[in-house]
Nanobody, 112 residues
Framework: QVHILESGGGLVQPGGSLRLSCTVS????????MTWYRQAPGKQREFVAT???????NYAESVKGRFTISKDNTKNTGQLQMDSLKPEDTAIYYC??????WGQGTQVTVSS
């Protein structure tokens, strides 16, 4: 059985930072990698960042240079370090891995 749990969301001021974590059980992210998506109110879910099994990384243009994705194969967890946050980063952030497994999401709100 696969379980995915995101954590680390919250309220932060513009320019601030947050670090999201994704804890996975039932799927080995050393092979499957991990992808972060987000969904803002009234918008479709969109790609944020991905890291594959061998560590190759890609980012959406909107977060490139501000967000950093990583994973810890020994702990089977992934992280998304988000710096220089903007109000338009406000969304629910979801972790995705394996054969289409999703977490419940964690809310990120960027507001003064």
């Amino acid at each position: 059985q696969v379980h995915i749990l995101e954590s680390g969301g919250g309220l932060v001021q513009p320019g601030g930072s947050l670090r999201l974590s994704c804890t996975v059980s039932g799927v080995a992210i050393r092979y499957s990698g991990m992808t972060w998506y987000r969904q803002a109110p009234g918008k479709q879910r969109e790609f944020v960042a991905t890291i594959n099994g061998v560590g190759a990384i890609n980012y959406a243009e909107s977060v490139k240079g501000r967000f950093t994705i990583s994973k810890d194969n020994t702990k089977n967890t992934g992280q998304l370090q988000m710096d220089s946050l903007k109000p338009e980063d406000t969304a629910i952030y979801y972790c995705h891995t394996g054969d289409n497994y999703w977490g419940q999401g964690t809310q990120v709100t960027v507001s003064s």
